[in-house]
């Protein structure tokens, strides 16, 4: 990861952000549910996290940093994921946001790239 990647990627201080790094599940989605407003967890780092079953609806994933992680048959697709990358993540029957075109998750999977939003026509 170079220099810039390495400052985007931050701590987030939230009891939600620790049981997602504990990879405590089940307790995140019940915590998520009881509440109002989520936190974001933009520039947030889940490398390496299984994050399966994972409730991500609602959820600001953007510039979030999944290499490696285990995001299979998550539904992101109500999920803000701009700028995230999934270099080497396992991403088996994931739903992604509809403004992320397929060579946008490829170029992240296999090269670490940041995933780019496709403007859509008027």
């Known amino acids: 990861m170079d220099d810039h990647q390495e400052q985007d990627v931050k701590h987030i201080e939230h009891p939600l952000y620790d049981l ?68 080497g993540a396992k991403i088996s029957g994931c739903y992604f946001p509809h403004r992320l075109v397929a060579d946008e998750i490829v170029m992240s999977l296999n090269h670490g790239t940041r995933m780019r939003y496709t403007l859509l026509p008027k």
């Open 20 to 87: 997602l790094r504990d990879e405590k599940i089940e307790i995140f989605n019940a915590e998520k549910a009881k509440l109002a407003e989520v936190p974001s967890f933009a520039h947030g780092d889940f490398r390496g996290l299984d994050l399966r079953g994972m409730d991500a609806q609602g959820l600001d994933f953007r510039h979030g940093y999944f290499r490696g992680a285990d995001l299979r048959g998550i539904d992101f697709s109500k999920s803000r994921m701009e700028g995230a990358s999934v270099g």
